[in-house]
């Protein structure tokens, strides 16, 4: 299980540090990254933690995707936030294989964390 938490409301240019924790699953076994969904649009990739930390770039810059294995969390750090990065966050995992290649699909959603910004 993956949950969500850090979202919120702020204005633009303000900050947001999401957060995702992992419960009964290893992040260390996983292929970790963000999404994030915006009314009426697809839900989009926005950062990954292989291939050394990858963010979309329309982030690029701006966010930061870090985590820790050994505390099973996931991190996104958001600054420079826009009225356009308003979206609902998903948290996501895939699975990795022992030669440490990532899946296609991804296995594991959280429920979301809405961020909205003015």
């Known amino acids: 299980q993956l949950v969500e938490s850090g979202g919120g409301s702020v204005q633009a240019g303000g900050s947001l540090r999401l957060s995702c924790e992992g419960y009964g699953i290893m992040f260390g076994r996983l292929c970790m990254g963000w999404f994030r969904q915006a009314p009426g649009k697809e839900r989009e990739e926005v950062a990954r933690?292989?291939?050394?930390?990858t963010v979309a770039d329309s982030v690029k810059g701006r966010f930061t995707i870090s985590g820790d294995n050994d505390k099973n969390t996931l991190h996104l750090q958001m600054n420079t936030l826009k009225p356009e990065d308003t979206a609902k966050y998903y948290c996501?995992?895939?699975?990795?294989?022992?030669?440490?290649?990532?899946?296609?699909?991804?296995?594991?959603w959280g429920q979301g964390t809405q961020v909205t910004v003015s």
């Open positions: 996501a995992a895939r699975f990795r294989s022992s030669a440490g290649l990532c899946s296609a699909s991804w296995n594991y």
């Open positions: 933690v292989d291939r050394g930390g």
